[in-house]
């Protein structure tokens, strides 16, 4: 695909459920971020990979939050017992190379919603 | 810390008009400056990326501007169209190795046919 791609669009969860959620960067980028972006409000950093190494995981807001890009390329980021604060749509972004000032591309997120 | 301020948080203007989006940003110690625009419901969709080094990036009837002594980024939209609302938002790397963005609150456009 010529962008980057996240499944599910949209998601509904009961509190207390698990999710999933996927990215598929653009073919051949080194660098993946997750962003969480409230309503209203900018996207905020959760976690980077360069290629499959996570190397800062600073921005997940609790330890039910869990990120991985085994071969280095598709990510997943799972919510574990979502509560409903976790309600926001997750922005997935690559970049070519693994350098600060590289451009990044982002998909279309996937808005989840927990009731 | 670095922090990304967006003026104003929503702005509406009649078709044809030229219009200024502002950024403001605390640390001038950045990479780059990235501005975007995300339609409602919709991912973000990069307009313009303007380097450190650089003072102007142009893209049809977008310009925007850097400052960095001054801490400011301004993106211009000549001739505004109904298809120009969206939510506009300016991004800055941080001075961490990873390039994670720090995002201003953006600012909502609406262009009145």
């Known amino acids: 695909g010529a962008g980057v791609s996240q499944s599910p669009r949209y998601k509904v969860a009961k509190r207390g459920q698990d999710v999933a959620l996927r990215c598929d960067p653009i073919s051949g980028h080194v660098s993946l971020f997750w962003y969480q972006q409230a309503l209203g409000q900018g996207p905020e950093f959760l976690t980077y990979?360069?290629?499959?190494?996570?190397?800062?995981k600073s921005g997940l807001p609790s330890d039910r939050f869990f990120a991985e890009r085994p071969e280095g390329s598709v990510s997943t980021l799972k919510i574990q017992r979502t509560q409903q604060e976790d309600s926001a749509v997750y922005l997935c972004?690559?970049?070519?190379?693994?350098?600060?000032?590289?451009?990044?591309?982002f998909g279309p997120g996937t808005r989840l919603t927990v009731l | 810390k670095q922090e990304v301020t967006q003026i104003p948080a929503a702005l509406s203007v009649p078709e044809g008009e030229n219009l200024v989006l502002n950024c403001s940003f605390t640390d001038s110690a950045i990479y780059n400056l990235q501005w975007f625009r995300q339609d409602p419901g919709k991912g973000l969709t990069s307009l313009l990326l303007i380097q450190s080094s650089q003072r102007e990036q142009t893209s049809g009837r977008l310009n925007a501007s850097l400052d960095k002594s001054s801490g400011r980024s301004t993106l211009y939209i000549a001739a505004s169209q109904p298809g120009d609302s969206a939510t506009y938002l300016c991004?800055?790397?941080?001075?961490?190795?990873?390039?994670?963005?720090?995002f201003g609150q953006g600012t909502t456009l609406q262009v009145k046919p």
């Open positions: 990979f360069q290629n499959e190494a996570q190397l800062d």
């Open positions: 972004a690559s970049t070519y190379g693994g350098l600060p000032d590289n451009e990044q591309f």
């Open positions: 991004a800055v790397p941080t001075s961490s190795n990873t390039g994670k963005l720090i």
